[in-house]
């Protein structure tokens, strides 16, 4: 998440993990499939069904700011939803990347680029996960909303100085998806030297 999440107060239990944050990311897992279906309805040359395709991701985009609101605000953070809230942001802009670059509207290296970044964060995630959960940063957060930006204005049928301004947005995302991803690799190998460092100091106590 964006910000420091509330931990729960001394003697009161956690959160559940069915809420209502965790509810609305699987439903922004949900609209994937949608997006894809209307996406490539026509072969992509429907600019209504762009304009669709444009309105079911901008509503999957804009949950993952009121999922991560509600969490926070409403202490329903969840080491579930601090996992399924990163996964759920790769499958839409995974989807939405592969779909453009299929479709011909966009480079494979920009998709390659930053599937690759985020694949390889989820794997690390993973890796870490037993020594503690890698949550979101701002600078994560921003490389996604830089994302949502250039990957809308890719699906909408635009033309002319706009396509213009939405390579700006999306090669600013592949610089912040960088950038980012070689921060995460920091914070994973720091977790695990720190875990290593306390097991090893436990040992010789």
């Known amino acids: 998440m964006s910000e420091p999440e509330p931990r729960a107060a001394a003697g009161h239990a956690a959160p559940p993990v069915v809420n209502l944050a965790n509810a ?25 069904w762009r304009v669709i395709a444009f309105v079911v991701f901008a509503v999957a985009a804009i949950t993952d700011q009121i999922d991560g609101r509600i969490a926070r605000g409403w202490n329903l953070v969840t080491d579930f939803g601090k996992m399924a809230d990163p996964i759920a942001d790769k499958a839409l802009i ?41 949550p979101a940063s701002r600078g994560g957060k921003l490389k996604t909303l830089l994302q949502c930006i250039g990957i809308g204005m890719f699906v909408l049928p635009l033309n002319g100085v706009l396509h213009v301004v939405g390579w700006v947005f999306m090669i600013a995302a592949v610089i912040a998806t960088v950038l980012t991803g070689l921060d995460y690799i920091w914070q994973a190998m720091s977790l695990r030297r720190t875990a290593h460092a306390a097991a090893t100091d436990a040992k010789f106590r």
């Open 24 to 48: 609305l990311t699987m439903f922004r897992i949900v609209l994937v499939p949608v997006f894809v279906v209307a996406l490539f309805i026509d072969d992509g040359r429907s600019d209504l």
């Open 94 to 134: 995974g989807a939405a990347l592969l779909g453009l670059s299929i479709l011909g509207d966009l480079a494979w290296w920009v998709t390659v680029v930053i599937l690759v970044r985020e694949i390889g964060v989820t794997l690390l995630r993973f890796w870490v996960i037993r020594h503690g959960v890698i």
